[in-house]
């Protein structure tokens, strides 16, 4: 199993954004759209501001894999879906943490989409 280098890490962390592309069953990436992306140890997370309403998430969680770029770094992923709690409380504190300053209205439905929560896995 591949992992994060810790330049990977530390470039997509300081991003703002993420671009995300999920494959498509038909074998076609979705054009990527830009989404917010969280780091927690050596893993990296994100989640559907629009909840499982979100199309690229409905896509992901039909696939699991996709390709992501993000602070210079360019790479395919699978995703993996995310139900621990502690695990989930962590990702919350992660985008309070780096995100807070776009405040609640932004903020809030990110915390709320735990459902939503995928571990992106370099491949």
Known sequence: ???????????IAEADELEMAPL??????????PIWVVRDGDDLYVRSFR???????????A???GHVRSGGVDKDVT??????PETN???DTAYRSKYGRFGGTYVDPMVAARST???????
């Open 1 to 11: 199993m591949t992992t994060w280098t810790g330049d990977d890490l530390d470039r």
């Open 24 to 33: 498509r069953r038909d074998g076609t990436l979705r054009a990527p759209v």
């Open 51 to 61: 909840g499982t309403h979100g199309g690229w998430w409905r896509t992901a969680v």
């Open 63 to 65: 696939t699991h894999v």
């Open 79 to 84: 995703f993996a879906e995310v139900l621990d």
């Open 89 to 91: 409380d962590r990702v």
């Open 117 to 123: 929560t995928l571990r992106l896995l370099p491949t």
